[in-house]
């Protein structure tokens, strides 16, 4: 199995950026940030959790997608990192995102990972595991401790006050934990919800414009 990926932005750029989505939503929806983002000096790549998700209680998009399953009752304090669905959209994700300098030129060290909600769940897990040059977190939530990364990178951190999804606690701790691994974090937090609105857009666009320029 690979991932499928939608695609945008300039695709003789030189540098790259990956956002993945969130639960029960698929690669276009988060796609349709792309004409807001204005990156010229980026190719962008959104692709698709491997494991389709069942609609239910009106949650979820018609062709929804999830990375794993979520139980019904479910506790963001509590780690889960063995589940089956996980470990294998892990490797798929790993799988691919370091096949990708070799299809697109674009080496990781000018490559930007990013998500949203359960997608910077995903971020958070595989990212410090890789030698990009820049991660967003958007809405997002831990699976557990963090780690140490594997080499020096910002880190752009950004939540809802009133995030009926995910708590705002969560980006409260991954800011602390961050923080004491001495990684740059770059946290702001907007009075919204569980979303990505244009002043999130404006946030991305300028992390990304800004370590293009390094």
């Given at each position: 199995?690979?991932?499928?990926?939608?695609s945008a932005g300039d695709s003789t750029a030189d540098h790259l950026l990956i956002l993945l989505h969130g639960w029960g939503a698929n690669a276009q929806d988060v796609a349709g940030i792309a004409p807001y983002m204005q990156l010229d000096k980026y190719q962008m790549l959104f692709p698709d959790a491997p494991h389709?998700?069942?609609?239910?209680?009106?949650?979820g998009?018609?062709?929804?997608?999830?990375?794993?399953?979520?139980?019904?009752?479910?506790?963001?304090d509590q780690p889960f990192t063995h589940q089956a669905d996980l470990q294998q959209s892990r490797q798929?994700?790993?799988?691919?995102?370091?096949?990708?300098?070799?299809k697109t030129g674009i080496p990781l060290g000018k490559t930007i990972l990013g998500g949203f909600s359960q997608g910077g769940a995903m971020t958070l897990d595989i990212g410090m595991g890789l030698p990009v040059a820049g991660m967003m977190i958007l809405s997002g939530y831990s699976h557990g401790p963090l780690v140490t990364p594997i080499n020096p990178r910002p880190i752009?951190?950004?939540h809802g006050r009133q995030d009926p999804v995910v708590p705002i606690?969560?980006?409260?701790?991954?800011k602390a934990e961050l923080g004491h691994l001495s990684v740059?974090?770059?946290?702001?937090?907007?009075?919204?919800?569980?979303?990505?609105?244009?002043?999130?857009?404006?946030m991305a666009k300028n992390f990304c414009e800004k370590l293009c320029k390094n």
């Open positions: 199995m690979s991932l499928r990926a939608l389709a998700h069942k609609i239910a209680n009106g949650m998009a018609p062709n929804g997608r999830m990375w794993y399953a979520l139980p019904d009752i479910f506790d963001f798929l994700l790993l799988d691919w995102i370091t096949a990708l300098p070799e752009l951190l950004v606690t969560q980006a409260h701790q991954n740059d974090v770059d946290y702001h937090e907007f009075n919204m919800g569980h979303e990505i609105n244009l002043q999130v857009l404006e």
